[in-house]
């Protein structure tokens, strides 16, 4: 017979699963791990082991409907300032250039001004007397064409100068000429018609022009008439 004073005594608790200790311990392994190989991939003062370098991009010769398209250069931006130096870059033939001593053999141009790179066509303007024009950009991993920074306005250290005014050559300016089609060519030409001014509006052209040509609209470029005297 049962004893009906026995108590019956409660069930042993469940012991908890041990799998929640695991996966933190995993997940602290990880991210330790993950942090000993970050600072692997980095140098001994923490920056990253890419280092930048410049590439070179086509270009096309300017004209009075593309003025001033630049050429592109094999250096950086922080290496140019006005009175450098440079010529081609043989390791990046056709289009690539490099700085060089101005006494250099390979020295071909100096700088002459630098102006901030812009994404838009036709909207770095250099100063009258540009032969060329230089568009430095900069990649990592030595890839691409990189993003553009400067450009380098460059004079010829010959005594060739087609950025002259009238001598047919680098970006439009006042004193240049251009044919009834606004194609730029040397003054003194057959059909050649002075450039007088370079403006928005006709409104806005000199005394004197007889035939302002007007332009398709360019978006970057500071004018859309040309003035000339016919």
């Known amino acids: ?14 012991r908890r699963s041990g799998g929640n200790v695991v996966a933190v311990i995993v ?18 003062d923490g ?7 410049a590439s070179a991009s086509p270009s096309t010769k300017p004209t009075a409907k593309d003025p ?13 300032k006005v009175g450098d130096c440079g010529g081609p870059d043989p390791s990046k033939t056709p289009d690539g250039y490099k700085r060089a001593g101005c006494s250099d053999s390979g020295a071909t ?3 002459i001004d630098i102006k901030e790179a812009s994404i838009l066509p ?4 250099c100063p009258p007397g540009t032969d060329l024009m230089i568009d430095v950009s900069i990649s990592y991993g030595g ?19 087609p950025g002259d005014a009238g001598a047919g050559g680098g970006q439009l300016v006042k004193g240049d000429c251009v044919t009834s089609q606004a194609k730029e060519v040397a003054c003194g030409g057959s059909g050649a018609q002075k450039v007088l001014g370079l403006v ?9 022009t007889t035939d302002p040509i007007e332009l398709t609209i360019a978006i970057g470029r500071p004018y859309d008439v040309i003035c000339t005297d016919g």
């Open 1 to 14: 017979m049962a004893n009906p004073y026995q108590v019956t005594p409660p069930p042993a608790p469940r």
């Open 143 to 161: 890839k691409g064409s990189g993003i553009p920074t400067n450009t380098v306005c460059g004079r010829n250290l010959s005594g060739d100068h």
């Open 122 to 125: 036709n909207a770095v303007q």
């Open 200 to 208: 928005k509006t006709k409104s806005e052209c000199p005394s004197g």
């Open 109 to 111: 141009f100096k700088a």
């Open 68 to 80: 001033g398209s630049p050429e592109s250069s094999s250096d950086t931006s922080s290496s140019w």
């Open 27 to 44: 997940l602290a392994v990880v991210i330790i791990g993950g942090c000993f190989l970050m600072q692997s991939l980095r140098k001994d």
């Open 47 to 53: 920056k990253p082991t890419a280092s930048p370098s």
